[in-house]
């Protein structure tokens, strides 16, 4: 599952059975706060059997860590407590950007974007993930064949 974590809206992605695709699940509003957020994400959790969460982590352009950084910990915390499955924090730089640059290339209205952004931000977190995974196995593989 993939978490893009936001003030007024969590996004939401989920990825296929083998772990190869992303797709978005949705948006849940974040009006009541973390423990409520928090779950709201489990019962969508338990709904689809997650083994692992992938959390946008809110990294500045330079590599250190944005303002928004404790309120998803605080996040995180929450689910803890709530739920044994890992959280894995990802950089989610740029994620927003190529959400609404997609969305712009299907022809989405500016309304309609609102939306669907922030579950197609964690569509482009989670993937981002599971192509990094697919390439590092690709890569151990390459070379223990070259052995």
Do not use: C
């Not at 973390?34 to 019962?43: G, K």
């Amino acid at each position: 599952m993939g978490i893009d974590y936001g003030d007024a809206r969590i996004g939401i992605a989920i990825s296929d059975p083998f772990g190869w695709t992303a797709q978005v699940w949705g948006q849940l509003p974040n009006i009541r706060g973390p423990i409520h957020a928090a779950r709201e994400i489990v019962s969508v959790m338990q709904q689809y059997k997650i083994q692992k969460i992938v959390m946008g982590y809110p990294l500045n352009m330079n590599g250190t860590r944005g303002q928004a950084v404790e309120k998803v910990e605080e996040f995180i915390r929450q689910l803890a407590k709530l739920s044994p499955v890992p959280v894995i924090r990802w950089d989610e730089r740029l994620s927003t950007v190529s959400a609404q640059r997609t969305l712009t290339e299907t022809g989405i209205k500016s309304k309609m974007k609102k939306n669907r952004i922030d579950g197609m931000a964690a569509q482009v977190i989670l993937q981002s993930y599971l192509d990094n995974r697919s390439m590092q196995s690709e890569i151990k593989g390459g070379m223990e064949n070259e052995t």
